[in-house]
């Protein structure tokens, strides 16, 4: 059996090294555009930042690695050509000047295409030292040019925004993050915790400038100035961190149903047409809160479909389960994260909430180094949590985990104010902040009725 | 409405101020032994580490706080007689030389008496230099022999007992810790892991001697030797670290029905006489794995059971749900958690499992600091998961919690590796150490069928 994936990121490799983990014969093809496959998109920032030395680091394996366990990677190749209904492909790579063409055939194609990088139509956008970061090629142009500038604008306060814009502070820039809506991370965050990462990150030297969208970029060659609003900003160099858009180009070509943003798949991840699945952030899943289609362009998603659609190609069963989209990051020291809906998100879908909200310590009052944590759980007028923030300098990722684990069970607060927590000085407080939080939210509750 | 509670630890302060915080009339009384209350004895051993500065900053509260909210707090009385059908009881305190007893009435008795430290009955434990360690003033009486000394012996390797050798050993102390068991900390670990934590505690300079019992202390006035198996160690203290017994004598006394080891009591804390709750270390619980009684001396199930207890006091309603111990601890830099079953307690219990395991990293593989994480998942032949133990040198406590929660909502392994995780690289791995776990227990678990 010939299985061929397009697209060697987490979604596409996943899927390789799970076929390959459940069965020894299947021929795997892996084509990218890319010549780097396997590394971390999410680690840019931090080899920005410094954390990371190099961009080698976060180049987890070469394509020779695949090949030891057969699987085959073709980089810096482009599908031009699918022809589903003979289960063939076309695509071409430079051979020096010469266009070299292929053509290959398949039991089962995997498009795992991913998304890139949406840019604003606004002028400027092609003057040097505008920038979008998305692959670590842009990673590495970013970083050349940092290294020679002084002033930086970041466009969107998003997580990658925020990451690259800390990144570029540590690189010593002057840094301007913009956002045209009125807060940060309205994604993940509701207004009142996006509040505290934002004054973390002015504590830290960034300026934050919210409310308004970008409107040009101006320069001659080069990038000299922003237009945000009535403000005239200058800049030696903008970073577009303005949204993803899915490629579903050779989607359409294969005759997939395409949704609102991006590929339809089932809960295999098979796609509308036969023998052809969809993983990554080319496709459309479902919110587990809202039940409708949303978009999950998270590494751990398309890790976990990758491994869904694999284990469907080799006749096992498995499910892709309608996501919590559960994200965390870290920004200097503040550490936090999300999952399920913000409270302004129920909102807006007509779910009536209320909000328990704590504000505690990591670690017992008494001992060392105790930092403060900020929780607020998010539940429904009968006591579904449905959502949960979470902003401290340590020990937030793990807290989401068990806050996913919560939602998914479907728990409610009164539940999880009596769970089981472990504790020790050092650790933890006797009572979890999570657990404050569940409480305020019970109390909330009950005067309602 | 009266309510007298026996004790001022975290059982019986949990109940006073849960109380309290639901009910503003109900005359609260505490009365305790003790003349510190709401201390933390889980810190003892840091306050030796010199992690936590002196033993003052471990007392969180003194009466005079508790005043403020009109809770009256007794110290340094002790109960001597409870006349339960008359709802009365009597106490004495000494005021100079003076015995000065009084009488009290209640409408709710609530006996939170915890457990005194259990001494094996061998030559040597009234010498000098022997000590127990429980409360505070073990505390104090500890940190002063060990500044003027050089050999300790701790006797039992439970928690405990390698927190308080770990914190002798920071203060300089040539420390060596015995267990009559052939490993360390066997009510919560495997032991597999118990090795791990073996090894650290022997890399940080901790001596370890398994599989013997303490046969004889020796010596003049004080301390010289300690006689274990065939070994005479040389030491100048001695810490019996030997485990922990219920203090059942006032609830016998009310006429409470005793189970195996402690005071016996439904799931709204009540003991079997009419008006008399009883919570934390002198009552028995249920175990959610084995469905037997069990004991559950942690500080987290006390200030769980004095809230379950306050709410059916003030007329709330409130069930203590039977426990999987879920706890955590951290020696020098080692954190390491467990919660439900091992795999060695189920055998026992006669629970067929299978366990999987995982080695991997804190952090993504390329960033700076990521730890070593050991994680293990124990569950039955039929997937379902009922313990957990997680060894790191960070982020481990909150694991165990959403463990707890995994658990005790019945996931199985197979949901647990489908479950979404949280993912950024300097806080986690894309693929999270427990959901490796998770997998590697469905592989064993498939090979089986």
Redesign the interface.
């Known amino acids: 059996m010939k299985v061929v994936i397009i697209g060697g990121g987490?979604a596409g490799l996943s899927t390789a090294s799970n076929i390959r983990k459940y069965d020894e014969d299947i021929e795997i093809t892996v084509i990218t555009r890319e010549s780097y496959i396997a590394y971390?998109p999410?680690?840019i920032p931090?080899v920005l930042c410094g954390?990371?030395?190099c961009f080698e680091?976060?180049v987890?394996h070469k394509p020779e690695d695949y090949l030891e366990k057969n699987i085959n990677i073709v980089t810096k190749a482009e599908v031009f050509e699918i022809t589903s209904n003979e289960n063939k492909l076309k695509y071409y790579f430079n051979d020096g000047y010469l266009r070299v063409e292929k053509e290959l055939s398949y039991d089962y194609l995997v498009i795992a295409t991913g998304a890139t990088s949406f840019i604003p139509l606004i002028g400027g956008t092609h003057l040097k030292g505008v920038f979008k970061i998305r692959t670590i090629e842009d990673g590495f142009k970013i970083k050349d040019w940092a290294e020679k500038y002084h002033n930086a604008v970041v466009v969107g306060a998003g997580l990658i925004g925020l990451e690259t814009a800390y990144g570029l502070k540590e690189m010593g820039l002057k840094v301007i993050v913009t956002e045209m809506l009125p807060q940060i991370i309205p994604r993940s965050l509701d207004p009142d915790m996006a509040s505290i990462v934002q004054h973390y990150m002015e504590k830290e030297g960034l300026q934050v400038i919210l409310g308004n969208p970008i409107e040009e970029i101006v320069g001659g060659t080069r990038v000299e100035k922003v237009i945000i609003g009535d403000e005239v900003l200058d800049a030696d160099m903008v970073i577009m961190a303005t949204g993803i858009r899915p490629q579903i180009k050779l989607a359409k070509m294969a005759g997939c149903s395409i949704g609102r943003w991006a590929i339809l798949v089932n809960e295999k991840m098979q796609t509308s047409v036969a023998n052809i699945y969809a993983v990554g952030d080319c496709v459309e899943v479902y919110d587990a809160i809202t039940g409708q289609n949303t978009q999950s362009p998270?590494?751990?998603?398309a890790?976990?479909q990758g491994k869904?659609a694999a284990k469907n190609i080799v006749g096992m069963c498995?499910e892709?389960?309608p996501?919590?989209n559960?994200?965390?990051?870290?920004i200097g020291e503040l550490?936090f994260?999300a999952?399920g809906s913000t409270k302004s998100w129920a909102i807006q879908n007509g779910i009536d909430v209320i909000s328990g909200e704590s504000k505690a310590l990591t670690k017992?009052?008494?001992?060392?180094g105790a930092k403060t944590i900020d929780v607020k759980i998010i539940c429904t007028l009968n006591g579904r949590i449905i959502g949960c923030q979470i902003i401290a300098e340590e020990?937030?990722?793990?807290?989401?985990?068990?806050m996913?684990?919560?939602i998914?069970?479907n728990?409610s607060c009164s539940e999880l104010a009596?769970?089981?927590?472990?504790?020790?000085?050092?650790?933890?407080m006797?009572?979890?902040p999570?657990i404050l939080a569940a409480e305020n939210a019970c109390w909330k509750l009950s005067r309602l009725n």
Chains 1, 2 share one sequence.
């Open positions: 987490a971390s999410c680690a931090y954390k990371v030395e680091d976060i987890m998270l590494g751990t998603t890790v976990r869904t498995a892709f389960k996501v919590l559960a994200m965390v990051s870290k550490e994260g999952v017992a009052r008494y001992y060392p020990r937030v990722a793990e807290r989401i985990d068990t996913s684990l919560a998914a069970k728990v009596t769970m089981e927590f472990s504790y020790a000085p050092p650790v933890s006797v009572i979890d999570i």
